[in-house]
């Protein structure tokens, strides 16, 4: 059964903190993806990466960085949170598709409150 | 620039009924993909189906349609005969030709009472 994980269901941390989402998966996908997910908003890319080291800016990449040095692991790297950055965060994977996005595979969420 | 409307935020309805949620786009491109993804209480995604905008089709599977009609920019979902373990969220989703990223609808909350 193929999988998403994601390391913590559940982050409380202080503002200022430097936090780290961790997402790993095993279905030996290329492409990798951030997404936030705010009540009346839907969910909204932050940024994905399409192999290991390179990524692109989604559409909310402003207060986040990644890292992808191993092609199953990718990171979201909040520098400095803020309370603005309480939400859920959801991980994804796919195979890249010759004209447009595959299915993808989603991890179960890391609710992050900023306190 | 693309974007994905579900103007229904959250639906409740007694088990067994039909239900129909709602899935409106706009893109500028010929060819694109529409996708469903339900969220259950668990909090993962999980995906339904992919169409691409060649295939106005309208596809059934199980208890669930989907009706898609490119006149009107709509992706429209069916449960038949709903269930309790219907209860979720789901996401209307939009990836244009050559992207690797989709773009979401709000979301629908969906209730099925007992």
């Known amino acids: 059964d193929v999988k998403v994980t994601q390391s913590s269901r559940y982050l409380v941390k202080r503002t200022g903190e430097k936090v780290f989402l961790e997402c790993v998966q095993d279905?030996?996908?290329?492409?990798m993806f951030w997404y936030r997910q705010d009540p009346g908003l839907g969910l909204r890319l932050i940024y994905f990466s399409y192999d290991v080291k390179m990524k692109e800016k989604g559409d909310i990449p402003e207060g986040y960085s990644v890292s992808r040095e191993k092609k199953e692991r990718f990171s979201l790297i909040l520098e400095s949170a803020s309370t603005n950055q309480t939400s859920m965060y959801l991980c994804a994977s796919s195979y890249p598709g010759t004209r447009g996005q595959k299915k993808a595979f989603f991890g179960q969420g890391t609710r992050l409150t900023v306190v | 620039a693309q974007k994905v409307t579900q103007a229904q935020t959250e639906i409740s309805v007694v088990e067994k009924e039909d239900v129909t949620l709602d899935c409106v786009y706009e893109?500028?491109?010929?060819?694109?993909?529409l996708f469903w993804y339900k969220q259950p209480p668990s909090g993962e995604l999980v995906f339904l189906i992919r169409r691409n905008s060649f295939d106005e089709q309208n596809e059934i599977s199980g208890r669930y349609s989907w009706n898609f009609q490119k006149s009107t920019s709509s992706f429209n979902f069916t449960i038949t005969a709903s269930q309790v373990v219907d209860s979720a969220v789901y996401f209307c989703a939009l990836s244009k030709e050559g992207a690797q990223k989709l773009v979401f609808g709000q979301g629908t909350r969906l209730t099925i009472n007992p």
């Open positions: 279905m030996d996908h290329e492409n």
């Open positions: 893109t500028r491109d010929t060819t694109y993909y």
